[in-house]
């Protein structure tokens, strides 16, 4: 039997330790053995896996919690084999997974270190030979695959909320969080009984400087509150727009009041010779794979759909959740008991200001309308400040 040479294996499970304590995993050590010829725990530091293995991943409940991407749970799957010490059964997967997707660059690095290390020539995981001009490429995928790794350890439960959704009226079919620390996006939609539950969990892309947007050419994305405005086709984009783009209506009342500028936010996909770009490659708008971006643009409802972009996402149960709802349902009765109807939507965003975006039906001139309106906490006590309408 072809076997690992033993340093190669060494490498690839510390190159894998670092990898994750990148990420911040909470890992401990593994009991017994590794599963291939006899490397022992103590060639391992002391902060890795539990009883799913070295990731400390239950690979099996990925689905369940919304991973929808088939690239990246096979990806995700790989490194656990890695992890559990099954490496020949890794790099025949991983030839598979870099001969489905050829643009996966992560997975493309992920496949040369498993060749290498069979080779016996492998220095260190991500162990690429690139000029020094594409180092800053090498470095992104690195950072990517931390986030996809983390974004696995870190998965909310099957029934947790975030808090930003206090209220989702009945027009309300799917709702968006995107967690910028995170670098990912969390869709939600409604089950068989109207409940709201995780539909989808993607990866993404932000700012290249990151997130909390202040000004025009910041190179950053914006936090708050928005609406996806429209769809826009393939054929009427430049092709760094990938597949489709849904723009947001940034800068938004609440940004104008801040002094915020800038604008062409959006929600896009990637150019087609590139699977996914790292977690900081954009000029400000959040990025998903291609095949990510059509499926969320076949369930989104444009000025219906809230994206709430956060730099951390708090879950709450659903008892957590109802209770915070009832709490700012009667501030907002007693404050505008217009606005208090069943079919409001609630939103709620907490940065350096308190905000409540709240959306509801009404009528003008016997036509129906949406108002739209943005209320501030000042002082312990919320403020409107700002009642628009849609037409």
Not at 5 to 17: F, T
Not at 64 to 90: K, M, T, W
Not at 109 to 138: K, M, Q, Y
């Amino acid at each position: 039997m072809n076997v690992l040479p033993r340093r190669s294996r060494q490498l690839l499970l510390l190159g894998l330790a670092a990898l994750l304590l990148g990420a911040g995993l909470a890992v401990r050590a593994q009991s017994g053995r590794i599963r291939r010829d006899g490397v022992q725990p103590a060639a391992v530091p002391a902060a890795l896996a539990d009883r799913h293995g070295l990731l400390g991943l239950d690979t099996a409940q990925l689905r369940a919690r919304g991973f929808n991407d088939a690239a990246e749970v096979e990806l995700i799957e790989i490194y656990q084999l890695v992890a559990d010490g099954h490496l020949h059964e890794a790099l025949a997967r991983s030839e598979r997974l870099a001969s489905r997707y050829p643009n996966f660059a992560l997975a493309q690095l992920l496949r040369g270190d498993l060749l290498r290390a069979e080779a016996g020539r492998l220095r260190h995981f991500a162990d690429a030979r690139v000029p020094a001009a594409d180092t800053d490429e090498l470095d992104g995928l690195v950072r990517e695959a931390r986030a996809r790794l983390a974004a696995y350890a870190d998965a909310p439960g099957p029934d947790q909320l975030p808090s930003n959704f206090v209220a989702l009226g009945p027009r309300v079919a799917h709702a968006i969080v995107v967690d910028t620390g995170a670098s990912r996006l969390y869709l939600f939609g409604r089950d068989s009984h109207g409940k709201m539950h995780l539909v989808a969990n993607y990866y993404v892309t932000q700012g290249k400087l990151g997130a909390d947007k202040q000004r025009a050419g910041d190179l950053r994305t914006p936090l708050g509150v928005y609406f996806i405005t429209r769809a826009v086709g393939q054929r009427w984009l430049a092709a760094v727009y990938g597949a489709g783009a849904m723009p947001l209506n940034y800068p938004n009342a609440w940004d104008r009041l801040l002094g915020r500028t800038g604008g062409g936010i959006w929600l896009h996909g990637v150019p087609n010779d590139v699977y996914a770009r790292p977690p900081l490659a954009s000029n400000g708008c959040v990025v998903l794979a291609n095949t990510d971006l059509l499926s969320l643009m076949s369930m989104v409802e444009p000025d219906t759909t809230p994206v709430v972009i956060t730099a951390h996402v708090d879950w709450l149960s659903p008892a957590q959740l109802a209770r915070r709802s009832a709490e700012l349902r009667a501030t907002l009765a007693r404050a505008a008991p217009h606005a208090h109807t069943l079919d409001s939507t609630l939103l709620y965003f907490r940065g350096k200001h308190e905000l409540l975006v709240v959306q509801y039906p009404g009528r003008r001139d016997d036509k129906p309308i949406t108002h739209r309106d943005y209320w501030s906490k000042e002082k312990g006590r919320w403020r409107l400040f700002h009642a628009g309408v849609l037409s």
